[in-house]
């Protein structure tokens, strides 16, 4: 049964995260202070933390930052709409997903069932010998499942980059420079039509998996659970 702690300093988001998360048969902890969460850790080991970014004592990236150094437990992120989102995207600061409020309980319940389900995966069910996505860069290829793609240097550019950290979500932006396409406004659409032709040529290797996913407003991510 997964332990999940909740660093949040609003008691009524962290009731209703409590309530959906026991509801999937998770068991909870909720700190409001970021160094409360980071101490009840030295003492208790949890497979998911779900952490706010506005704290009142520490900022939730610095907590993640300081959660990192000893422990890659998933983490996902509460926060609030506006610029913080940017900064999740921009920095590489290792959360493996995140919410901006408001949100459903039951949405947050759902991701932490995904990243979960992700974490366990590699070690379950895939050996490194045989990774979904081969990505051979010397060749400028890359195999799906055993099969070779057929890909423009474009193509391979975006998917090497998403495959190359599941779950991370890239920017348009930041896809756009793996191009090396010039970073203009207007340009970043070229990353939509690339991804486009990516998803019907994947379709053609296993048509009932979607594997980019999209984030409206954010940008793209590789979700090896779908
Ligand atoms: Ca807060």
């Known amino acids: 049964m997964p332990h999940i702690l909740i660093i949040e300093d609003e008691a009524a988001i962290a009731d209703t995260l409590v309530f959906a998360l026991r509801q999937e048969g998770h068991t909870t902890h909720w700190t409001t202070l970021a160094g409360e969460g980071l101490r ?13 970014v506005g704290l009142p ?24 709409r506006g610029e913080e989102v940017d900064r999740i995207v921009g920095l590489e600061l290792g959360a493996d997903d995140y919410v901006v409020k408001p949100f459903s309980p039951r949405e ?5 069932r995904g990243i979960l389900k ?21 060749r400028a290829s890359i195999h799906w499942q055993g099969q070779s793609l057929t890909l ?15 779950g ?4 348009r932006e930041q896809l756009l420079a ?25 379709r053609q290797v296993d048509a009932t998996r979607e594997p980019i996913r ?8 590789y979700d090896p659970a779908i």
């Not at 610095?62 to 437990?73: I, M």
């Open 178 to 202: 793996v191009t090396g396409g010039p970073a203009l406004d207007g340009y970043e659409r070229n990353v939509d039509s690339h991804i486009k032709t990516l998803r019907a040529k994947l």
């Open 108 to 112: 947050v319940a759902t991701r932490v």
């Open 57 to 80: 004592d520490l900022s939730g990236f610095e907590a993640l930052k300081r959660l990192r150094r000893r422990s890659d437990v998933p983490v996902l992120f509460l926060t609030a």
């Open 168 to 171: 991370r979500i890239f920017t």
């Open 118 to 138: 992700r974490a366990a995966r590699p070690a379950a069910f895939a050996p490194p010998s045989a990774p979904e996505f081969a990505v051979d860069r010397a």
């Open 152 to 166: 423009t240097p474009s193509e391979f550019h975006v998917l090497a980059c998403l495959v190359s950290q599941p």
């Open 214 to 221: 999209t984030h409206r407003g954010f940008g793209y991510a």
């Open 40 to 52: 009840y850790l030295d003492t208790t080991p949890a497979d998911f933390v779900i952490l706010d």
